[in-house]
């Protein structure tokens, strides 16, 4: 019930291995630094970007080079759906990406994918990658130890840190991710809060059917299987684990503990 497998098609998930099919869901949490910490990450080195400080002038990746995107031409398509299209002297730059005036990039692991787009604004904080075709937002927050699928979003005024998405999981609008994983497809609406640490600073317990359930984390926010949404401006206590295909309504609060496939809480 409680299982990796119950939650998640990781069939295509490029990072797969970050999870164990028959341990707990929450186990990929306890071994994502790790994971990441011993990622290969190319280098993002460049005069054109300083640590730390908002680019003066939009910038394009392609095949670990970096340039100016003023020498390309650039339509700003879908970028989820790979329409984000960069040339340069009239040929195509397959895979490039782009990260705009104004974003700042913080630390040396930070893998930026294919067709990536990180908007003007976004702060992103080392170690952090970011899977092909993925939006990083205006004013977004990226605070390290975030790992995203493909056709991801990280959205305008959102705030990540310790968090998976998996691939086409979205939180497009002013949300806040801690200790938290998206499964495939999962979509937050505006507003959402995934709170992650208990007022009494003990380790959260997910409650089942059966019972409790230790996970021995003080910090856990919540995950939401493949399929799973949130409506607008609602909130999950820490250690809500909403099921496959699970909707929790607008204006709500979740409860912490574990909730059926295609539960609706109201």
Same mark, same amino acid.
């Not at 797969?16 to 994971?35: G, H, M, Q, R, Y």
């Given at each position: ?118 908007? &003007?604004?976004? !702060?992103?904080?080392?170690? *952090? @990658?970011? %899977?092909?075709? =993925? #939006? /990083?937002? +205006?004013?977004?927050?990226?605070? &390290?130890?975030? !790992?995203?699928?493909?056709? *991801? @979003?990280? %959205?305008?005024? =959102? #705030? /990540?840190? +310790? ?104």
């Amino acid at each position: 019930m409680l299982t990796t497998k119950s939650f998640f098609d990781l069939s295509d998930f490029q990072h797969s291995s970050l999870f164990i099919e028959d341990s707990p869901v929450w186990e990929a949490l306890n071994t994502l630094k790790p994971f990441m910490d011993a990622h290969d990450y190319p280098s993002i080195q460049s005069d054109l970007i300083q640590e730390g400080v908002p680019l003066r002038s939009s910038v394009v990746l392609h095949n670990n080079h970096f340039f100016s995107a003023s020498e390309c031409i650039i339509e700003f398509g879908d970028t989820t759906k790979g329409k984000l299209t960069i040339s340069k002297e009239n040929n195509v730059l397959p895979g490039a990406s782009i990260i705009m005036a104004g974003a700042i990039l913080i630390g040396s692991q930070i893998d930026i994918g294919k067709g990536v787009m990180i908007e &003007g604004g976004a !702060l992103v904080k080392s170690p *952090t @990658i970011l %899977g092909d075709y =993925t #939006e /990083v937002r +205006h004013c977004a927050y990226v605070r &390290g130890y975030c !790992l995203t699928g493909k056709r *991801t @979003i990280v %959205g305008h005024a =959102t #705030e /990540v840190k +310790h968090s998976i998405f998996l691939n086409d999981a979205k939180a497009g609008h002013f949300a806040y991710l801690g200790d938290s994983i998206l499964g495939q497809n999962a979509n937050l609406g505006a507003g959402t809060k995934f709170a992650n640490l208990k007022f009494l600073g003990d380790t959260i317990r997910i409650r089942t059917t059966d019972g409790f359930v230790d996970t021995g984390r003080r910090k856990f926010g919540a995950i939401l299987g493949d399929g799973a949404q949130t409506g607008c401006n609602s909130v999950t206590n820490p250690g809500t684990i909403i099921a496959i295909g699970g909707i929790l309504m607008p204006n709500t609060t979740a409860p912490s503990g574990y909730h059926q496939p295609k539960s609706i809480i109201r």
